[in-house]
Structure formats: structure tokens, C-alpha cells
């Protein structure tokens, strides 16, 4: 898998070759595909496992019973190690549309189960309500525009 996120890193989904993949792999084509139909198999195993770790991770933060606050940056942070995660991260954000349908239907049904709804209400947790007011408390001071 790492030799194929780096090949897919460097070279691109389309430019990407079994035969680049397996040379990174040390392998030969014919035993990848062994283990795989194609390239797009290869992308496909990536997104899924990115997919299931950003699910993990919500379900994690929902479980969890710390403030709110605390859970949104476990669970950005989580997102972010996954995006640089050497394996599946690099591979997990390239086109969806590479994909054949079969596959792209299943990494589509995980990304939309992730989006569904606003993080805060998937969390159960109740922020405070942001009001004009509020807000103008919490910004910095404006610059006087005299000169």
C-alpha cells in the first residue's frame, strides 16, 4: 500500500501504472495482481481505509463525554493524521470519479456518512450560540482609519 500511495503521489492516479506500483513494491505485476484487479482496486482498499479510520474517530468523539471543544480538535486532528497518514491519507482525497461505479457507490457511502449532518449535532453536544454581540466581544479592536 505505501509503495502505491507513492507512486500514486508522484506519478498521479492516471499516469500510475501496475508495473510502477509493483517496481515500488518490489514486486513483480503479476503477483500484484495477484491481490488486486487493477490500479483502481489499489485506490479503491486506500479510500476505504481512510474512510472507516475518520469513522473510528467519530465514533470515538461520540462516545467521549469531555466538552465539546475537546472532542472537535480530537476529531480534526484525527482527520488530519489520516490525510498525512503515508498509506491511506495521500491516496484517500484523490478523485473519487477514478473509480469504477461498483466501487466508487461503497467510498461515496462513507464520505456522505461522514457529512450527513453538522459535526456539533453528530456529537450531541450544545455549543454556546454565537451572537453579533458576542462576536464583536471577541474581536480584536479595529484600527483607527484616521491618519
Given at each position: 500500500?505505501?509503495?502505491?500511495?507513492?507512486?500514486?503521489?508522484?506519478?498521479?492516479?492516471?499516469?500510475?501504472?501496475?508495473?510502477?506500483?509493483?517496481?515500488?513494491?518490489?514486486?513483480?505485476?503479476?503477483?500484484?495482481?495477484?491481490?488486486?484487479?487493477?490500479?483502481?482496486?489499489?485506490?479503491?482498499?486506500?479510500?476505504?481505509?481512510?474512510?472507516?479510520?475518520?469513522?473510528?474517530?467519530?465514533?470515538?468523539?461520540?462516545?467521549?463525554?469531555?466538552?465539546?471543544?475537546?472532542?472537535?480538535?480530537?476529531?480534526?486532528?484525527?482527520?488530519?493524521?489520516?490525510?498525512?497518514?503515508?498509506?491511506?491519507?495521500?491516496?484517500?482525497?484523490?478523485?473519487?470519479?477514478?473509480?469504477?461505479?461498483?466501487?466508487?457507490?461503497?467510498?461515496?457511502?462513507?464520505?456522505?456518512?461522514?457529512?450527513?449532518?453538522?459535526?456539533?449535532?453528530?456529537?450531541?453536544?450544545?455549543?454556546?450560540?454565537?451572537t453579533p454581540r458576542r462576536a464583536t466581544r471577541s474581536s480584536p479592536p479595529r484600527a483607527s482609519s484616521a491618519r
Open positions: 500500500m505505501r509503495a502505491a500511495a507513492r507512486v500514486f503521489r508522484q506519478h498521479g492516479f492516471a499516469a500510475a501504472g501496475m508495473r510502477d506500483i509493483g517496481i515500488a513494491a518490489d514486486l513483480s505485476p503479476g503477483n500484484l495482481y495477484h491481490y488486486f484487479r487493477g490500479k483502481d482496486e489499489l485506490l479503491f482498499f486506500c479510500q476505504d481505509r481512510a474512510a472507516d479510520r475518520l469513522l473510528r474517530a467519530l465514533k470515538e468523539a461520540r462516545r467521549d463525554r469531555r466538552p465539546l471543544p475537546a472532542r472537535l480538535r480530537d476529531l480534526a486532528a484525527a482527520h488530519v493524521l489520516c490525510l498525512l497518514d503515508e498509506v491511506e491519507g495521500s491516496a484517500a482525497h484523490l478523485e473519487v470519479n477514478a473509480l469504477p461505479a461498483r466501487l466508487r457507490t461503497r467510498i461515496v457511502a462513507k464520505r456522505d456518512a461522514l457529512r450527513t449532518r453538522r459535526p456539533r449535532a453528530r456529537l450531541r453536544g450544545r455549543p454556546r450560540r454565537h
